[in-house]
T-cell receptor, first 111, second 116 residues
């Protein structure tokens, strides 16, 4: 079966750091993605991890541990515009690039 | 990054009519595209995989006669919601794999369908 878990909601303060966790149990693994989605808009790509470790990209970092079926997205120096849903997605093996999405974490950033 | 264009962005239609949604990869070719459905405050649910030159692959529980998919060319896939009913009202989003290694899914802006 396919199961991707992430917290439903989180709140944080402007300027702070927040970590959004994602655990997965999938029949096959070929990479993990994080997307940001503002309400009523399409998801935008944030990060991609296929090997264990930390990938850093500006204020955003993503970590993967394949043995633990675990990833997190770290957002630093939070800004109000970071208020959005953050979607964790696992790519299934095979040639179609099929993604399986978690339910998403709604992050609210307060002043 | 690669650009995926989706049209229209919003549709309001009467129950029983059919609605066509287009998804185009603007600066790259996509032999595969994906169609998702998203209800408010929920995540994306994959409906089907659109394959250029062959039939679409539908996820379990998705009616292929209800949601017709045509991958007309290497840059265009269409989703037609046939005989739409109010329960079909939703946010429909397409995506296509792009980038150098075709690893990353790029999403269209989405289509909000409201069936009266």
């Amino acid at each position: 079966g396919q199961n991707i878990d992430q917290p439903t909601e989180m709140t944080a303060t402007e300027g702070a750091i927040v970590q959004i966790n994602c655990t997965y149990q999938t029949s096959g693994f070929n990479g993990l993605f994080w997307y940001q989605q503002h309400a009523g808009e399409a998801p935008t790509f944030l990060s991609y991890n296929v090997l264990d470790g930390l990938e850093e990209k500006g204020r955003f970092s993503s970590f993967l541990s394949r043995s633990k079926g675990y990833s997190y997205l770290l957002l630093k120096e939070l800004q109000m515009k970071d208020s959005a849903s953050y979607l964790c997605a696992v790519r299934a093996p095979g040639g179609y690039n099929k993604l399986i999405f978690g339910a998403g974490t709604r992050l609210a950033v307060h002043p | 990054g690669a650009v995926v264009s989706q049209h229209p962005s919003r549709v309001i239609c009467k129950s029983g009519t059919s609605v066509k949604i287009e998804c185009r990869s603007l600066d790259f070719q996509a032999t595969t595209m994906f169609w998702y459905r998203q209800f408010p405050k929920q995540s994306l649910m994959l409906m089907a995989t659109s394959n250029e030159g062959s039939k679409a692959t539908y996820e379990q529980g998705v009616e292929k006669d209800k949601f017709l998919i045509n991958h007309a060319s290497l840059t265009l896939s269409t989703l037609t919601v046939t005989s739409a009913h109010p329960e079909d009202s939703s946010f429909y989003i397409c995506s296509a794999p792009g980038g150098e290694a075709k690893n990353i899914q790029y999403f269209g802006a989405g289509t909000r369908l409201s069936v009266l």
